[in-house]
Nanobody
Framework: QVQLVESGGGSVQAGGSLRLSCAAS????????VGWFRQAPGKEREGVAG???????DYGNSVRGRFSISQDNTKNTLYLQMGSLKPEDTGMYYC????????????????????WGQGTQVTVSS
């Protein structure tokens, strides 16, 4: 099993940037499909970005062009670089992993993931 711990959240003004990190332990990240999700109060959890085991990436429509997902397998860490932040980006951000080899159309579906971190809060003020 893999354990996931997110960090890097905080409060920023609109237009600012943040980089989230997700440190994995217990297993190598390279074996997993991984992704970032977010959940705002009263809303469903939504997929933000994902990386397949082949290294290909996918992004939600609302963040494409502003966010970038990457992973460093030597550090067993997943990153989410967020730029041009908007108030609607506010929410709890979670990283997730699964041993399934997810196709591109399923990488942003929360139910496809088995392992989750505890989340890190991102608040964007206008």
């Amino acid at each position: 099993q893999v354990q996931l711990v997110e960090s890097g959240g905080g409060s920023v003004q609109a237009g600012g940037s943040l980089r989230l990190s997700c440190a994995a332990s217990g297993s190598s990240f390279s074996r997993y499909s991984v992704g970032w999700f977010r959940q705002a109060p009263g809303k469903e959890r939504e997929g933000v970005a994902g990386i397949g085991t082949d290294g290909s990436t996918d992004y939600g429509n609302s963040v494409r062009g502003r966010f970038s997902i990457s992973q460093d397998n030597t550090k067993n860490t997943l990153y989410l670089q967020m730029g041009s932040l908007k108030p609607e980006d506010t929410g709890m951000y979670y990283c997730a992993a699964t041993e399934l080899r997810l196709s591109w159309w399923s990488r942003l579906i929360p139910g496809r993931y088995d392992y989750w971190g505890q989340g890190t809060q991102v608040t964007v003020s206008s």
